[in-house]
């Protein structure tokens, strides 16, 4: 099944001609990525990161190493400010937030595609994807992007599957969503808010931690860990409370569900 798959993407990429791809670190954009290499030629492959308050530093960081590990030509890759934060619609925090961010990002890929001649601008979304809430994927199918791992039915582990066949050095990283994930629908997204959800993260990863989200609710950080024991190890827990509460935190508690990827989404998909 994944070498029909893998037949049908090939044959997607090399319809494309020519490409952008907003690489986001993870193992979805890097795959598209080295696929679009392979089948394209890196001439005629870009690969653009958009860089903003909602992204950790060393995310930014990371898709420049990725860039290198995927052998690129330097003037292939550039880095893209956006500005959701200056839209007050994105700040508002309403369920479809990541509509105007992929609407702001993807805007900016198609004029940066314009530029450079590239035929289309290009993705990592899967089929996978369309089983959750992604209203960032309206704005794709609005401005016209590509998503040739749905065109040719990837699901999430298809991707893990041929990421690990190419060795991808990221196939099996943990997702990484932007920052405002971490703020309940309808909570104001600020530069302060995700400067703090940055910091407990980065504190958190430095303890060994590696599938987590802090969760910011105003006063309270609500952490969602998939290591329990590593939590209740020695001074850990002592350790984390000390340091979020130094970040601004009042309180900071452990969600006994654990850690869940998108659970703040799960009010939203009820209502659907």
Known sequence: ???????????????????????????????????????????????????????????????????????????????????????????????????????????????????????????????????????????????????????AGFTKEDIRVLAKEQKLPNWDKPAMPCLSSRIPYHSEVTPEKLNQIAAAERYLRSLGFKQFRVRHHGQIARLEVDDFDLILKGDIKNKINNELKKLGFTYVSVDLGGFRSGSLNVEPKERK
Request: glycine share 6%.
């Open 1 to 151: 099944m994944i070498n029909e798959k893998k037949s049908k993407l090939v044959s997607v990429i090399k319809e494309l001609e020519s490409v952008v791809i907003g690489l986001s670190g993870g193992v979805d954009s890097t795959l598209i990525a080295k696929m679009c290499i392979d089948h394209l030629g890196a001439e005629n492959v870009r690969i653009a990161v958009g860089d903003s308050k909602s992204i950790p530093k060393e995310e930014l960081e990371y898709c420049k190493d990725i860039a290198l590990w995927l052998e690129l030509p330097a003037d292939h890759f550039t880095i893209i400010e956006t500005k959701q934060l200056e839209n007050p619609s994105y700040t508002a925090n309403p369920e479809n937030r990541c509509y105007y961010c992929k609407h702001e990002l993807f805007t900016k890929l198609n004029e940066y595609a314009k530029k450079v001649g590239a035929r289309y601008v290009v993705d990592g979304s899967n089929v996978s994807d369309l089983d959750d809430y992604r209203p960032g994927m309206q704005a794709g199918k609005e401005l016209k992007m590509r998503s040739p791992f749905v065109e």
